[in-house]
């Protein structure tokens, strides 16, 4: 899913409804179920995007470092090695993917961290309502 599509799926179901706080403590585990679902699809995709990436930063240092059977035209030295491997525009591009989905990853974290600490957050608003009523 993409992450702007994510954010925008979270600002519909973060807000909690306090004339319905009831209703608003049965959703917490649908919406924790949702995101959990979630985070598992696109943890599996980091998974391996993150695989692919190693896989191609070796394909890369073998042609690098003249041991693939299409060899680098140049010969390095050991201590360039990585120069060129930091700025090929393949693993560049991999990286990118790699890094935007730890963020996704990463945020859906954040929302099920939230979603863990919705009830305590409901409890609070029941309190300070019968507190604000006189209830003990």
């Known amino acids: 899913m993409e992450f702007d599509k994510i954010i925008e799926e979270w600002k519909k179901d973060c807000p909690i ?3 319905a706080l009831d209703q608003e403590s049965v959703k917490i585990p649908v919406l924790h179920g949702k995101y959990l679902e979630l985070h598992s699809r696109e943890k599996i995709y980091l998974n391996y995007l993150e695989v692919e ?3 191609l930063y070796r394909e890369r240092w073998e042609f690098y470092s003249g041991k693939s059977e299409k060899p680098f035209q140049l010969k390095l030295l050991k201590t360039d ?4 491997l930091d700025s090929d525009e393949k693993l560049c591009e991999l990286k990118e993917k790699v890094d935007a989905q730890k963020q996704k990853v ?3 974290e954040s929302v099920i961290k939230s979603l863990e600490t ?3 957050q409901i409890t609070n608003a029941i309190n300070w309502r019968k507190f604000t009523a ?3």
């Open 81 to 84: 090695l990585h120069i060129y």
């Open 118 to 120: 919705r009830s305590f």
């Open 53 to 55: 990436y190693k896989r």
């Open 134 to 136: 006189g209830h003990d």
């Open 17 to 19: 409804d306090d004339t």
């Open 106 to 108: 990463s945020y859906i």
